[in-house]
């Protein structure tokens, strides 16, 4: 994390009110993380007189809750000299705190308190996952050293960091977003973080944020357009929203336009009002911004920039009998893609400029690209094929090949060539890719790995665009070993849809955010079986293949697709 920001949520007193992410470990449980309030308030906790050891270190573990500046109320249940000492801007997410007993060492004593790791935040509210099991690690042990003070137990000794089990995180805790531009400036990319601030307290939290950049993954892949800071910007949570930002009047239209798009899309998660709007200052005078005509502007007024404004679509179409299905009318799509016999086994679909369909289809584990009249095949090297999908924003195929990780892009003269990949996991890639997907903003990539021993885990990584190259950046775990993934979809820009299964369990459809939180398990109620393939998108409602037949999901249950009687057919997307 970039020095400036710790500084920025020191100097505000905000590091420790927004380390925190809700999380969802158990199966078949999903915890939404699309709450549009403010996190639960928490009541003022102090120390009880006369309370036990045990009664103190449970006290601190509630208070720590709270996120008022400096964890205030937590640091009452220290000595002064932990107090002082005490480094909060970190927190360990655990499934639950279990408070030993106390075991006495001298004039002290030592209380131990145990819980099993779901995941850990740094001090800008990046999450990091655990990747154990079905993402709940192995027990750990919280040590706490406690000594007399005026006759009443303290905390002398812990280790640094907040300790909060995961039911705090999902009552208190909010995600929030941050957003950059893609490397093309045409389309912002979220960043997901966590908080449990709200108003004011929020808003100079999140300007601080954005000020100091992306997370690390995404660093190669974005761009910040706010200037190079001279003086201190300031935000202040009023009707309209007031950013002031030196430097500003200096930018060209373009720049102030995607700057204005950065600050209303980051910002407005202060108000919690659909149309809120922003007003941005230098030096005290208000800025003019072309894209919203005046000195005033909202979310609205730069729609197209959104990361899902450019979506997979509300059409939807899977395969039968070796041809495409549109979903609409459960007839073949005309041409020679909907003839029965072709061998399709899956199909990815978009519109060119000229709004004309370009199909991209492996038939017999055979790549074909053209239109729904001709398809040629494409010479890939030997070897097993994902399903292909085409990236947002450009007009390449992209498509996992072989047993040993590689992914081809084949550019629109049907020339394939294979994405170079980096990554901070060693031995990279893993095994055979099963499936990839673009999010709607085209910055990442989720692919799903079946390594050579067979198990089957989310991947994600950042597409980084170069003039002459494209690659995956930061290309690492998402989901847990436990947790057996065979196939993928983007619900949104920020959150995934898995088919996948846990040990003793059937398979069934999970989320999980694009951070590796929120890992939860939805019901098969209504499948006739275990789902075998997903199919998203923003504002749609999902779309399963199970016993080789169509479903959607309606609430908490699943129906057949697209009538009220089973349809026959598998893979299914969504495309223009």
């Known amino acids: 994390m970039k020095r400036g920001l710790i500084g920025l949520l020191l100097a505000l007193g905000l590091v420790a009110g927004c380390t925190g992410v809700p999380t969802d470990s158990a199966p078949l449980v999903v915890r939404t993380l699309d709450?549009?309030?403010?996190?639960?308030?928490?009541?003022?906790?102090?120390?009880?007189?006369?309370?036990?050891?045990?009664?103190?270190?449970?006290?601190?573990?509630?208070?720590a809750v709270a996120a008022d500046a400096g964890h205030s109320q937590a640091r009452q249940f220290l000595t002064n000299a932990a107090a002082r000492k005490w480094q909060d801007s970190t927190v360990t997410v655990v499934d639950e705190t279990t408070v030993g007993v106390a075991t006495k060492t001298g004039a002290g004593a030592t209380v131990e308190v145990s819980g099993r790791r779901v995941g850990q935040l740094d001090a800008s509210g990046v999450f990091s996952p655990s990747l154990?099991?079905?993402?709940?690690?192995?027990?750990?042990?919280?040590?706490?050293?406690?000594?007399?003070?005026d006759g009443q137990w303290r905390i002398d000794q812990l280790q640094p960091g907040v300790l909060i089990k995961q039911s705090s995180f999902e009552r208190s805790y909010l995600p929030r977003k941050l957003y950059f531009?893609?490397?093309?400036?045409?389309?912002?990319?979220?960043?997901?973080?966590?908080?449990?601030?709200?108003?004011?307290?929020?808003g100079n939290w999140l300007l601080a944020a954005l000020l100091a950049g992306p997370r690390p993954?995404?660093?190669?892949a974005v761009i910040n357009e706010?200037?190079?800071?001279?003086?201190?910007?300031?935000?202040?949570?009023?009707?309209?929203?007031?950013?002031?930002m030196p430097g500003t009047n200096q930018l060209d239209a373009g720049g102030r336009n995607r700057l204005a798009a950065q600050l209303a899309y980051t910002l407005t998660q202060i108000r919690f009002v659909p149309g809120a709007q922003l007003r941005l200052t230098d030096s005290g005078r208000s800025v003019n911004i072309p894209a919203a005509q005046g000195t005033t502007f909202a979310v609205v007024n730069f729609s197209a920039d959104g990361p899902d404004s450019v979506t997979p679509g509300a059409r939807s179409y899977f395969v039968r009998d070796g041809a495409v299905i549109d979903g609409i009318d459960n007839k073949?799509?005309?041409g020679a893609l909907g003839q029965a016999g072709r061998g399709l086994s899956s199909v990815a679909l978009r519109r060119n400029a000229a709004g004309e369909l370009q199909v991209a289809a492996v038939a017999r584990n055979v790549l074909q690209m053209g239109s729904t009249a001709r398809l040629a095949r494409v010479r890939l090297p030997a070897g097993a094929l994902s399903r292909p999908e085409w990236r947002p924003h450009a007009a390449d195929v992209w498509v996992g090949v072989g047993p040993r990780g590689a992914i081809y892009r084949i550019s629109p003269d049907g020339v394939p060539k294979q994405v170079s990949?980096?990554?901070?996991?060693?031995?990279?890639?893993?095994?055979?890719?099963?499936?990839?997907?673009?999010?709607?903003?085209?910055v990442r990539l989720a692919a799903v790995l079946r390594a050579a021993g067979g198990a089957m885990t989310a991947w994600i990584g950042s597409v980084v665009t170069s003039s002459s190259d494209v690659r995956i950046d930061s290309f690492e775990p998402l989901t847990p070993a436990g947790l057996a993934v065979r196939d993928l979809a983007w619900a949104d820009a920020t959150k995934l849809l898995l088919v996948a299964q846990a040990p003793n369990d059937e398979a069934r459809v999970w989320q999980v955010m694009s951070d590796g939180s929120a890992l939860g398990g939805l019901t098969n109620i209504g499948l006739p079986g275990p789902p075998t393939s997903i199919a998203a998108a923003p504002q749609q409602s999902p779309l399963v293949s199970a016993s080789d037949s169509i479903w959607t999901q309606q609430g908490s249950s699943w129906t057949?697709?697209?009538?009220?009687?089973?349809t026959p057919g598998a893979n299914p997307i969504y495309a223009p």
């Open 421 to 442: 990949i980096t990554s901070p996991v060693a031995g990279l890639p893993p095994g055979q890719v099963l499936a990839l997907r673009f999010s709607s903003d085209g």
């Open 217 to 220: 993954e995404l660093a190669q």
């Open 226 to 244: 706010a200037p190079d800071q001279a003086g201190r910007p300031t935000v202040v949570d009023s009707d309209p929203i007031v950013v002031e």
């Open 332 to 334: 073949p799509v005309t």
């Open 560 to 566: 057949s697709f697209p009538g009220n009687t089973p």
């Open 35 to 63: 709450r549009d309030g403010p996190g639960v308030s928490q009541a003022n906790i102090t120390p009880k007189p006369g309370g036990d050891e045990r009664d103190i270190v449970d006290g601190f573990l509630s208070a």
């Open 132 to 149: 154990k099991g079905t993402g709940i690690g192995d027990p750990e042990t919280f040590t706490f050293d406690l000594i007399q003070v």
């Open 181 to 202: 531009y893609d490397l093309a400036e045409t389309t912002l990319v979220p960043d997901l973080r966590y908080c449990a601030l709200s108003g004011q307290a929020l």
